[in-house]
Antibody, heavy 120, light 103 residues
């Protein structure tokens, strides 16, 4: 069964860029969609976006499209999230996930999540 | 952007009882892309149902999904202790705010 693991700094300063990497237990991420979801403390889920590995096609939530970039990693088993100009509102748990074949925006396998705090 | 409104916010039930969770979309959506997730404290969400009514492998058959258009439901026929959790409906770029099923 495929496994995903998020990694990155747990603390980011306001106005800087949050960068996270997702490492997948596969030799290649091809022919699949890979995405990110976040969860502010004590709140619900927010869909961030996804990338189709083969083409690099991306889709982002309208509220984040100007600040978010999802990209494939230097390793064929990794993909990344970069979120620019962060504020305290970007604090939360960030999950990476795999898009399902029935719908790329529906995530069928998830990482355990990584906590990110934005400090002022 | 489609909004998803879940009700009730909290459902207080006992093991063995049935539960019906509602998800209402602000406009007609395709049931093909309507999914339900379960999340327990400190854990990642788990996909239970996609395509409005198709259970994922490993989802017990006491969970069933239905609906179309703007109104969708998740039904749990007989609550087991492990079913007490938060449930989210999801479509495309939007999650509902969640329903907490508590003992």
């Amino acid at each position: 069964q495929v496994q995903l693991q998020e990694s990155g700094p747990g603390l980011v300063k306001a106005s800087e860029t949050l960068s996270l990497t997702c490492t997948v237990s596969l030799s290649s991420l091809s022919r699949s969609y890979w995405g990110w979801v976040r969860q502010p403390p004590g709140r619900g889920l927010q869909w961030i976006g996804y990338i189709y590995y083969n083409s690099g096609y991306t889709s982002y939530h309208p509220s984040l499209v100007s600040r978010a970039t999802i990209s494939v990693g230097t390793s064929e088993s990794q993909f990344s999230l970069h979120l620019r100009s962060v504020t305290a509102a970007d604090t939360g748990v960030y999950f990476c996930a795999r898009g399902s074949m029935s719908s790329p925006a529906t995530f069928d396998t998830w990482g355990q999540g990584t906590h990110v705090t934005v400090s002022s | 952007e489609t909004r998803l409104t879940q009700s009730p916010v909290t459902l207080s039930l006992s093991p063995g009882e049935g539960a019906t969770l509602s998800c209402r979309a602000s406009q007609t959506i395709s049931s093909t892309f309507l999914a339900w997730y379960q999340q327990k404290p400190g854990q990642a969400p788990r996909l239970l149902i996609y395509g409005a009514s198709t259970r994922t492998a490993g989802t017990p058959d006491r969970f069933s999904g239905g609906g179309s258009g703007t109104d969708f439901t998740l039904t749990i026929s007989k609550l087991q202790p492990e079913d007490f959790a938060v449930y989210y409906c999801h479509h495309s770029q939007t999650f509902g705010q969640g329903t907490t099923v508590e003992i």
